[in-house]
């Protein structure tokens, strides 16, 4: 019997004090910009940037736009997937030539992919971002 009730307490203290990661780019606001007037160029299309973290004994998995992770502990990356992800890509686009400080520049037809692993010990999830970045004059 004490076992068992110890047992039970090492369970829910375990579920208890795991962790979990959630999260998404999903602004609240809208800006509606004319793109008729011929006021932009495109500055680079199909930039990508990506973000990973590795969990122990838990499970990740994908909604469409969000990824949740259930798990013990994290044991790579930050858990700041999306974050992570658009600084990414932000660097990478500078890194091919494109600056991005005093610039008016936006990115559209964003799309978001994950990757995720799921083992019974060893959880990793994978953000990628890609987008094509407007510059407006």
């Given at each position: 019997?004490?076992?068992?009730?110890?047992?039970?307490?090492?369970?829910?203290?375990?579920?208890?004090?795991g962790c979990t990661s959630t999260g998404a780019f999903l602004s609240a606001n809208q800006t509606i910009v004319n793109l008729e007037e011929g006021n932009y160029s495109i500055?680079?299309?199909?930039?990508?940037?990506?973000?990973?973290?590795?969990?122990?004994?838990g499970?990740?998995?994908?909604?469409?736009?969000?990824?949740a992770t259930l798990?013990?502990?994290?044991?790579e990356g930050t858990g700041m997937?999306?974050?992570?992800?658009?600084?990414n890509l932000w660097q990478n686009y500078e890194s091919a030539g494109g600056e991005v400080d005093?610039?008016?520049?936006?990115?559209?037809?964003v799309r978001y992919d994950t990757d995720i692993i799921n083992l019974i010990v060893y959880t990793k999830v994978k953000i990628k971002v890609r987008a094509d970045i407007v510059e407006f004059e």
């Open positions: 019997m004490k076992t068992k009730i110890l047992t039970t307490i090492l369970l829910a203290a375990l579920f208890v004090s500055a680079a299309t199909n930039v990508s940037g990506e973000s990973e973290s590795g969990y122990i004994l499970l990740s998995y994908s909604t469409g736009l969000t990824a798990a013990i502990a994290r044991v997937l999306y974050a992570e992800a658009l600084e005093n610039q008016k520049l936006a990115l559209t037809n």
